[in-house]
């Protein structure tokens, strides 16, 4: 049984990877090839989910693997943030 998730949110600045699923991907140009699925949370408490190529983490040491779901954790929140309080009219 998987441990239970902190209830607490994660400290200003950080994020808390809450699952890591290996799934096939679903891209057509990646047929037979795996994706990792990575749920974060910030300290907001809102849940993001991320997707690598499952060949970019296989066979490379945990700390190495932590620097690239970071690397992209932090390219993903950028982009969010440049959206952030945009207006549109419709």
Known sequence: MAAPLPTAPPAPGRIRILDRTRIPSPE???????????????????????????EELEGKPEEEQLRIIADRIRAQVAERKRWVGKEIAI
């Open 28 to 54: 057509p140009a990646r047929i037979g090839k795996y994706d990792e699925i990575i749920t974060y949370q910030d300290e907001t408490l809102r849940t993001y989910v991320l997707t690598v190529p499952a």
